[in-house]
């Protein structure tokens, strides 16, 4: 599945959500669905949570 397709598919899962539940609701399960995204990509070692801390303290790193 693509990028585009699979964005598409998402986006339309959550509007479904908020058609049904509210705004609020919709909120909370974009929310938890970024949260989600993350602990996976950390979990797989696609993010470093070392190199990203040391990002958001706007240390630079050389390699």
Not at 37 to 57: H, K, M, Q, Y
Request: charged residues 15%.
């Amino acid at each position: 599945m693509s990028t585009a397709k699979f964005g598409a598919l998402i986006g339309g899962g959550l509007a479904v959500v908020w058609a049904a539940f509210g705004f609020w609701v919709f909120v909370g399960v974009a929310a938890a669905s970024l949260v989600g995204s993350l602990v996976a990509r950390v979990a797989s070692g696609e993010i470093d949570l070392g190199r990203l801390a040391d990002a958001l303290r706007g240390r630079r790193s050389s390699s």
